[in-house]
């Protein structure tokens, strides 16, 4: 089986093609045919040993990768009648686990992280779905904002952002976002109430909106202590790369990890569903062959791309 993994940490240029055993799914667990992975930066912190610590024990090959979309080739037991052998899905992979990442032919995760693809979604696109709108879900849920709060998402035009200054529409909140200029257009498409120029100071012009500040911001452009000036007293920001303070004015920051609801299959069906009905914006910016994965990792290291690369294992 063709997979895309490293030997050892370094640069883009350290992925590489591996032959490994065909996996084979054990109670509770589905293979998936893959046919298109998604290209985070969870994926470069792991090739890069920011995850090392995470997984004392394995050895390498480590295959990258936590959005996977195709098509489930072998049932283990004990799934239940919910899935079926030939069903276009998604998954969401934990790539620190004893299968790896999903930038693989097969992979094998549990069935309780794998759910129906949209239906009006080819793979690449299914693929960017499931990792980073449920880690914008898990910063909502954990802000637990009433429906008439006003909430600020930074790097909104991003696949985090976006997702969350959707997900907050949705969810009925008054959304402020940040946005270059070139992106301003895009974030209103959103549907944000409102969209300041993002960069340094961000936290004034979101002040300049809500002159009270905020009840609470998500951070998904990872500005942490400079954002704390849009958030109201006692208010709340969410950090999406652990980082817990020190705060001021009563503010709590809680930091959010994505793992914590990677089996909650609920929340994984609402947000397919939720794409499928249009809720949701899916973005590709490239699909390249799996083999042009080290390509696709300095596109996203360049920065600048509105939309996930997709690698293609079809």
């Known amino acids: 089986m ?28 589905v293979r998936i045919r893959v046919y298109a992975a998604a290209v985070s930066p969870t994926d470069v912190m792991l090739r890069t040993g920011g995850h090392a610590v995470r997984m004392p024990d394995r050895r390498p090959p480590f295959v990258p990768g936590m959005d996977a979309a ?10 239940g009648d919910r899935l079926h052998v030939g069903q276009r899905v ?31 979604a080819d793979f690449p696109e299914a693929s960017t779905l499931l990792m980073n709108a449920m880690t914008a879900r898990l ?28 997900l907050a529409k949705a969810d009925g909140l008054r959304v402020v976002a940040d946005a270059a200029a070139r992106d301003v257009e895009l974030v209103r498409g959103f549907a944000a109430d409102h969209v300041v120029e993002r960069g340094p100071n961000v936290a004034a012009r979101m002040r300049e909106v809500v002159p009270d ?18 958030i109201a007293d006692g208010g709340t920001l969410i ?9 001021e004015r009563g503010i709590r920051v809680l930091p ?3 793992p914590d609801r990677i089996t909650d299959t609920e929340a994984l069906a609402m947000l397919s569903r939720q794409a499928e009905n249009g809720v949701l914006t899916l973005r590709v910016a ?29």
Request: hydrophobic residues 50%; contains cysteine.
């Open 2 to 29: 063709k997979a895309i993994g490293v030997y050892e940490f370094g640069g883009p240029e350290v992925l590489q093609v591996v032959d490994l055993p065909e996996p084979q799914a054990g109670p509770g667990e």
């Open 139 to 166: 910063a909502l849920d954990t802000l637990a904002l009433p429906a008439d709060a006003t909430v600020a998402v930074t790097g909104a035009a991003g696949a985090v952002g976006g997702y969350a200054v959707e």
């Open 213 to 230: 500040g905020v009840a609470g911001l998500v951070d998904a452009s990872h500005q942490q202590a400079e954002v704390l000036g849009a």
């Open 256 to 258: 959010v990890m994505v």
């Open 286 to 314: 490239e699909v390249l062959p799996a083999d042009e994965a080290a390509k696709a990792h300095r596109m996203l290291e360049a920065g600048g791309l509105r939309g996930r690369v997709v690698l293609d294992f079809s």
């Open 90 to 120: 998604i998954a969401m992979v934990l790539f620190v686990g004893e299968h790896g990442g999903a930038y693989a032919e097969q992979i094998v995760v549990p069935a309780a992280s794998v759910v129906a693809a949209p239906a009006n």
């Open 70 to 79: 195709g098509v489930i080739d072998q049932l283990g037991p004990g799934c």
């Open 239 to 247: 950090e999406l790369r652990g980082w817990a303070g020190p705060a």
